[in-house]
């Protein structure tokens, strides 16, 4: 079950609505009152047929054996009620997988009712002690690497990374997608979550990152936050140095203007933000925008072909929807760029 009490919505439910995309066999209900009864895939554009219940018992009664934290709030705190709501999954037997910076291990009182019921608590967002600073070796692996940045948080960078692996795999080559962020790693099973590292080790957890993977031929990893946001550069810019990528896709919010948890502040300019990227990486690795993944909801696909052409002209590199139109468009312009 995913947990979305008074929050189902594509910004607040960012990791019920990533799981709902890249692993809806696995969901069998969402948890929330305020929408039980209504269309999953009207509210939120995925999750066709799978029920929006009011309650942990009625998830359960899905068969629902583990509860996961469906939001993404900023700050990373759990919403209020929300740990009654896990108390009753707990006492229902299921397991509890949680994103949040807030985490369920520090709570002695969940940690006491888990070992109760036998069931076990997960926080993603601990990163293990013992990793260093960067070491700046990524930049030498012989692999391809490539990271997905962004205009804006929560704008595609973990549907275009995991597109365009799932693509790369299909036409055959060894690809692996490297998550750094909850919701990634809900999806793929492995990885760490860059952004809970101290600063000084922030780029060394994206090194880690690449280097435990050196032996797959194209690495597509997940970018975080963008790299002119107040709140969220720092982690942007240890992932773009900390994993040394050669190439970048830019992903991008076609309806938005101004940046979210930033007051409206107006965002940069598509070609302001690539120069901006690339110059920001070139002190470790120079790396190249070679495209543009858009995220399209809201318009019908001849207004959002339209968009995509006009971002096209307006920066002269390739542009696609990932979930929309697949990234055949971005995959070719990454093999042209890596063939030289």
């Known amino acids: 079950m995913l947990l979305c009490e008074g929050k189902l919505d594509s910004h607040n439910a960012k990791t019920a609505v990533g799981l709902l995309i890249w692993c809806p066999e696995d969901v069998v209900a969402v948890v929330d009152s305020t929408s039980a009864g209504k269309d999953l895939h009207e509210l939120v554009g995925f999750g066709r047929g799978i029920p929006i219940v009011a309650t942990v018992a009625e ?6 054996n583990q509860l996961i934290v469906g939001v993404a709030n900023i700050g990373g705190v759990f919403v209020p009620g929300y740990r ?5 999954a707990i006492k229902l037997r299921c397991d509890i997988v949680n994103g949040l910076h807030e985490l369920l291990t520090q709570d002695g009182a969940l940690v006491a009712l888990a070992a109760e019921y036998g069931v076990r608590l997960y926080d993603l967002r601990v990163v293990p002690e013992g990793i260093p600073c960067g070491t700046n070796l990524a930049r030498r692996l012989p692999n391809s690497r490539l990271l997905t940045v962004g205009t804006d948080c929560n704008v595609g960078k973990m549907c275009a990374a995991l597109a365009l692996t799932r693509e790369f795999v299909r036409r055959g080559y060894d690809a692996k997608f490297i998550p750094t962020g909850q919701t990634g790693i809900m999806i793929a099973g492995d990885g760490l979550c860059i952004d809970r590292a101290i600063s000084d080790f922030a780029a060394g957890v994206a090194e880690k990152l690449v280097l435990d993977q050196a032996g797959h031929q194209w690495l ?28 970048l896709i830019l992903c991008h919010v076609h309806s938005r203007s101004r940046r979210r948890h930033d007051e409206g502040s107006p965002l940069l300019p598509l ?11 070139t002190p470790v690795l120079p790396a190249k925008v070679v495209g543009v993944g858009v995220n399209s909801r809201g318009l019908s696909d001849a207004e959002a072909r339209d968009e995509l052409r006009r971002i096209q002209d307006e920066v002269d590199l390739p542009a696609t929807d990932p979930l929309r139109f697949g990234v055949d468009n971005l995959t070719e312009a990454v093999l042209r760029f890596f063939a030289g």
């Open 84 to 88: 009654e709501l896990i108390s009753q």
């Open 271 to 281: 070609g302001e933000l690539i120069r901006l990227y690339e110059t920001i990486s």
């Open 59 to 64: 998830a359960a009664g899905c068969g629902a």
């Open 220 to 247: 597509f990893i997940e970018g975080q936050g963008s790299i002119d946001h107040p709140s969220y550069s720092g982690v942007t810019l240890s992932l773009l140095h900390g994993s040394a990528p050669q190439a």
